[in-house]
């Protein structure tokens, strides 16, 4: 699904969930039909926040076709809304590999690679997705926090105050380099504000 759909107000979530259970009762056994609407009903289903259900949803599309990267990174999503970051990369992996161009897949690897704890190779698959994404604030304090847990407090920074100019309110950001200024030299710095 795309990512811009994200916006849409929850009873028009709820409306298209309503509307695809009708949609899987009326394929019935048309195996194309109904894979397509079970990956669009699971999507919804995550964006609903019900995550077993969209998981049976997305199980059943794998069965239809396991080839298909997008129903991998659907399953690393189920996994992410888990906050199970060892299975969400592992998925996101697969999901990777199957298509390697592209950058959803990538950021999304990166995101669970670092959350799953090993910081370093998670950083170095955001490091190649920051140029497709120059101005995604939330991918910066990714980067941020992670060079943050490192211990690579410069660096840190320099993420954070790149996230904060792009977005000024990502809250995040800010938390991230008031902690490079308490664990660095600038104690007084992140006192002032």
Not at 75 to 90: P, S
Not at 113 to 127: C, F, M, P, Q
């Amino acid at each position: 699904m795309d990512e811009d759909l994200v916006f849409f107000p929850d009873d028009l979530w709820l409306e298209a969930k309503s509307i695809y259970k009708y949609i899987l009762i009326g394929y019935g056994d048309n195996s194309p039909a109904n894979e397509y609407a079970n990956a669009h009903f699971g999507d919804i289903l995550l964006m609903l926040g019900e995550t077993d259900l969209a998981e049976t949803h997305i199980r059943i599309v794998i069965s239809y076709d396991p080839q298909n990267p997008r129903y991998w990174y659907l399953m690393g999503k189920v996994h992410q809304a888990r906050l199970d970051w060892d299975n969400a990369a592992k998925e996101y992996e697969l999901a990777f590999c199957m298509e390697p161009w592209n950058r959803s897949y990538l950021l999304a690897l990166g995101e669970a690679t670092v959350n799953s704890g090993d910081r370093k190779t998670g950083i170095e698959y955001l490091h190649q997705v920051t140029p497709l994404y120059p101005d995604n604030s939330g991918m910066l304090t990714e980067l941020a926090t992670a060079y943050l847990s490192l211990g690579d407090i410069e660096s840190a920074r320099q993420f954070a105050e790149r996230a904060i100019a792009i977005r000024p309110d990502d809250i995040m950001a800010w938390i991230v380099l008031k902690k490079t200024y308490i664990s660095g030299n600038g104690l007084n710095d992140a006192r002032m504000n």
